[in-house]
């Protein structure tokens, strides 16, 4: 009889992406931890440490309780309520993904996915090594107490005496604000009302960590389209008059050569990634997934926060999969930069868009996309996106889309591409 060897190394994203594949797959543990050479209780923790949790609808039922039948009617406070057990799901291989049967299913659902995974298990491991100890889901869960009452001028203690749920002291709170623990969230001492008028000093916050765009270069995604042909890109970028602002945050979908824009005061990756928060509930998830399953962008400072654009914040679910240009190579996304040149033709580069507005980047989009291109056979994005995302059972489907995204068509005859188009631009 073979004796399984187990290595003793903390799992890296090759292997956690096997245990994904694995549950896709509808593999047990055991031969997962099999194929990577683990411990069946090492896979068993990982996936119950690092799965997400999706809350099934309750529109159309209120209650699985598996005494309904006998009661006849259901009180969620009664101490016999009892949900069905899913073995698949409640033991191996613990995760959703991949069910045969997830369409019909009406339990709650757990999924894994392995570079959530990763990037959780690299935020406890930073985590543990600079000595504190908070969680960053709990770092998170305190930032939105904290914030809006710090904004409002309370102090930490005010704070404290009225939420019994911060389990940490004020002296540990105040540690961790000096540390810079909740700087994401936009908390530093300059937060704390003890503190607004203390001078800040750059020493103490250090140089600023370079992204790690390992696994999301140019070269990962030319591998990515090798193994996934079908899925279509849309190339993202940025178009801005002045270093102040504002700005315009652009799609370009490869396929049907349509560009849409959304305008920004800010150029952060957290004010980029709200467009996709808010695409991706305005479009419901399976056209969002058709649109934005695959981004392709450059490495703008604005872009740089890799989970922000890949994950849905409040799921925590893999949405998009988001790649990066080499420096300097604009060339490796030449549709959406070449289609610039319209925009450019109605918003010249010597043009004040301080008021600029939302709708009119859309009139301006409409326009643009109501334009034929020679490469679409004389056809318009508008028409070619309408055909493609259009279904037998919904032929209005595609124009349907285009309504949720602002997206109008313009009769040819009627299409303009001059700054006279848009009211409230000047020139300087």
């Known amino acids: 009889m073979s004796i399984q060897i187990h290595n003793n190394k903390h799992l890296t994203l090759h292997e956690r992406k096997i245990i994904e594949t694995g549950i896709i797959n509808r593999s047990n543990k055991v031969d997962i931890a099999r194929t990577i050479g683990k411990d069946p209780t090492t896979i068993a923790k990982e996936i119950r440490k690092h799965r997400v949790l999706r809350k099934r609808n309750t529109f159309n ?22 949900e069905p057990k899913c073995n698949k799901r409640d033991r191996s291989p613990g995760a959703c993904n991949g069910c045969p049967t997830i369409q019909k299913c009406y339990l709650d659902k757990y999924f894994y996915y392995a570079k959530r995974a990763n990037r959780e298990y690299k935020e406890d491991l930073v985590d543990f090594r600079q000595g504190v100890n908070i969680t960053a889901l709990e770092v998170k869960e305190l930032a939105h107490i904290l914030k809006p009452l710090l904004d409002k001028g309370q102090s930490i203690y005010q704070i404290k005496s009225y939420h019994p749920e911060i389990k940490q002291s004020i002296h540990t709170l105040y540690n961790y604000i000096e540390a810079g623990v909740f700087n994401e969230y936009g908390i530093d001492n300059f937060s704390l009302k003890e503190q607004v008028n203390r001078k800040r000093y750059k020493k103490k916050y250090g140089k600023k960590e370079k992204t790690n765009y390992k696994d999301h270069t140019y070269k990962d995604y030319i591998n990515f389209k090798k193994y996934n042909p079908f899925t279509p890109t849309t190339e993202m970028d940025t178009v801005m008059n002045s270093l102040s602002g504002p700005y315009i945050q652009t799609f370009y979908f490869e396929e049907s050569g349509l560009m849409i824009g959304f305008l920004h005061k ?12 808010k695409l991706e509930k305005k479009l419901g998830y399976h056209i969002y997934r058709e649109l934005f399953s695959l981004i392709l962008t450059d490495r703008g400072t604005e872009f740089e926060k890799i989970d922000l654009f890949e994950f849905n914040q409040e799921t925590g679910e893999l ?25 450019r033709d109605i918003i010249p580069n010597k ?41 037998e059972e919904n032929v209005k489907r595609g124009k349907e889309i285009l309504d949720k995204l602002n997206i109008k068509e313009i009769k040819r005859d009627e299409v303009t591409l001059k700054p006279y188009l848009i009211k409230n631009i000047n020139k300087k």
């Open 266 to 277: 800010e150029k952060t990756s957290n004010s980029m990634a709200k467009t996709l928060d």
């Open 351 to 391: 043009t004040n868009i301080s008021n600029i507005t939302q709708n009119d980047l859309d009139l301006m989009f409409s326009h643009i996309n109501s334009t034929p291109r020679k490469s679409l056979k004389e056809k318009t994005p508008y028409e070619v996106f309408c055909f493609m995302y259009s279904t």
């Open 61 to 82: 039922r209120d209650s699985i309780c598996i005494h309904l039948k006998k009661c006849g009617r259901c009180i969620h406070k009664c101490n016999k309520y009892e």
């Open 319 to 343: 949405r998009t999969n988001i790649f990066y240009c080499d420096p300097y190579t604009s060339s490796q996304k030449p549709h959406v930069e070449n289609t610039h040149n319209y925009i």
